[in-house]
Each structure stands twice: as C-alpha cells, then as structure tokens.
C-alpha cells in the first residue's frame, strides 16, 4: 500500500523538529534575478546543520521510534546526505547507525558521515541494490531502517521546507524543488498545497537521469539506464514507490536540466550569492537560466537549494573545467 504523509503530518514534524534544526532564511538574490527571468528568493539548506535538508527527515522518524527500537540502530542507504542526517539523528539518540553508501560517494561526504560516529559499508551497485544490501544487513543485525525517500515519516519532515517558505514569502508564485528519489518534493509539494494550493510547484530532474519525467509522459514508473549526472544526489533509475503518485498529484510541472546548465547555476550561486552548493542543490537555478520554466519578470520564485556537502577542491575543479568563463 503507498504511502503519504498528510499536512497534519508536516505540521507536527515542524513542531517535533524544529528545536534541533536551523530554520534556514530565505535569501533575496538579485543579481540572478536578470538571467533568470523572475524575481528570485533562495531557500539555502546548505546553511543547514549538516549541511543539507536531510536532517529534517531523519529527525522527523527517529524521534517518533520508541527507546527500544532506537537502541537497536539504524541503517539506511545514501549518496551521502541522509547518510549524514541520519547519522547526526544517531548520535543525538545516543545509539548506533550504519550506512550503504554507493563506491563513487564523495571522499568529503564520506568523511563527514564517519566523523558523526557511523559505520560505513562501501557498496558498488544501483539505488535498489544497495537497499536489498541494507535490508539484509537489518535482518542480520536487528537494526532499525530509515528509508530516505520511501519512508512518510522521513517525506513529513523533509516537508516542513515548504511550511517555512510560505511563512517567509506567503505571496510565493512559484517553487522549484530538485527531484532525485522523491522524498523531498513529495513532502514540500504536499505542504505547499496544502496551505496554499494556487502556488505552483516545479521538479527539476538532470536530463540524464529523467525517471519521473519519462514515468510522467508513459502514465506508469518506467526504470532507465543510470546517466552518469554530475547531480549525483539526484541519480537513480527510477521512481520510487510511496512518492510517485504524491508528486503526480501534488507537482505541476517537471522540467529536465542538462549537466552544463547545472554546472552554470553553481557558477552563478558561487559568483552572485557567495553560497557554495553541490550540483544536486544547483539545478532550480540550473533549470531558469536555461529557460526550463516559465515565468514572468515580476514572478516570485523560491528556489530550493537542498545541500553544499561536496569538498571545495572538488567544487574548484568543477569550476574550472566547466564553463570557466562563466566566473
């Protein structure tokens, strides 16, 4: 049976998470407001506690488990920044957390997971092989699993993004929400429409991993080849379960960003906002200067940048191999 969270739901989580979270400000930017084409606010979770929104969720389930079910620990699989959450959420709990994180994770990522006391197992396989290798591990160790995308509990939590946007701007026209597994849009759109349905809400996916876009266009989940994005937090093969029919129900449009047009957003965050954002974090900025969306001068976009997690030397060298003119 699919799985949602309802307002109600975001609602609590905000009050359930929010003593331990940052409430991260929503940023005029008008220096990008020319080359997007509307009036831009961005929402940084780079500025989050760890880093990236994906403490929100983790949070948001951990904190309802009973202490016998935290005492067992936690496992999950990640890119790397649930894999950070989650691990922030462990140590906070005071209990144990393991994660499956894919072979090509980056070093800084992994770095940072280890630091917050977690286990790491290295795993070279897709999304879905790497979550059959974390259920086998739960069944062997009587651990407890937090899904980053799957689980309602974790959607609530990556949902209470949307409450605070409309707190901060209630006049938003538009928001725009990266798409990898789901989870995050799937708890933003629903609270967004919830509280006001008249804002539209747009998924921008890497035109090299289009799962939800394709499934969209076909009326079903259809499973693609892994392309090789940049956005390496956005990339799996295809939709998943319990946020599909949310995202069909909730999201207005999704619109497909190709690396180079990723890659000129963490250009232009970097040059005009200071902020230094990942390639999965960049791609709303990515998707308007590539005129993806459409929108008028006088419109007022959210653009949601969900992390900064990766190394700056890394960042650097992205920087000048791409676009270099750009800067």
């Given at each position: 049976m699919t799985q949602a969270p309802s307002l109600?739901?975001?609602?609590?989580?905000?009050?359930?998470?929010?003593?331990?979270?940052?409430?991260?400000?929503?940023?005029?930017?008008?220096?990008?407001?020319?080359?997007?084409?509307c009036q831009i606010w961005l929402k940084p979770e780079v500025l989050q506690v760890t880093g990236a929104f994906k403490i929100r969720g983790a949070l948001n389930a951990t904190l309802q488990l009973p202490p016998e079910r935290v005492a067992r620990g936690f496992?999950?699989?990640?890119?790397?920044?649930?894999?950070?959450?989650?691990?922030?959420?462990?140590?906070?709990?005071?209990?144990?957390?393991?994660?499956?994180?894919?072979?090509?994770?980056?070093?800084?990522?992994?770095?940072?997971?280890?630091?917050?006391?977690?286990?790491?197992i290295l795993y070279d396989g897709d999304t879905a092989a790497r979550w059959e290798q974390a259920y086998r591990i739960a069944d062997e160790r009587g651990l407890e699993t937090i899904h980053g995308f799957e689980d309602p509990r974790v959607m609530a939590g990556?949902?209470?993004?949307?409450?605070?946007?409309?707190?901060?701007?209630?006049?938003?026209?538009?928001?725009?929400?990266?798409?990898?597994?789901?989870?995050?849009?799937?708890?933003?759109?629903?609270?967004?429409?919830?509280?006001?349905?008249?804002?539209?809400?747009v998924a921008a996916e890497p035109a090299l991993t289009p799962k939800y876009y394709r499934s969209r266009i076909e009326g079903r989940r259809v499973s693609l080849p892994l392309g090789n994005t940049i956005a390496d937090g956005l990339r799996i093969s295809v939709p998943a379960q319990n946020p599909w029919p949310i995202i069909e129900r909730h999201v207005d449009e999704i619109v497909l960003v190709e690396d180079e047009h990723?890659?000129?957003g963490m250009h232009i965050l970097a040059r005009d906002a200071k902020l230094i954002a990942e390639p999965a974090a960049s791609i709303g900025i990515g998707a308007l200067i590539a005129s993806a969306v459409n929108v008028r001068p006088d419109e007022k976009v959210c653009v949601l940048l969900t992390g900064g997690n990766w190394d700056l030397a890394d960042l650097a060298e992205v920087y000048a191999r791409n676009l270099s003119g750009a800067l």
């Open positions: 109600q739901d975001i609602l609590d989580a905000h009050e359930r998470i929010k003593q331990h979270i940052r409430h991260t400000p929503l940023l005029r930017t008008e220096k990008i407001d020319l080359a997007a084409g496992i999950a699989s990640s890119s790397g920044n649930h894999a950070q959450g989650l691990s922030w959420a462990a140590r906070m709990l005071g209990t144990s957390v393991t994660l499956v994180l894919p072979t090509n994770t980056p070093p800084l990522k992994i770095a940072n997971t280890k630091s917050l006391g977690a286990e790491v990556q949902g209470t993004i949307g409450c605070e946007i409309l707190a901060d701007l209630p006049d938003v026209d538009t928001v725009i929400v990266p798409l990898g597994g789901g989870g995050l849009i799937s708890g933003v759109a629903t609270a967004i429409k919830g509280l006001n349905p008249n804002v539209r809400v990723i890659v000129a």
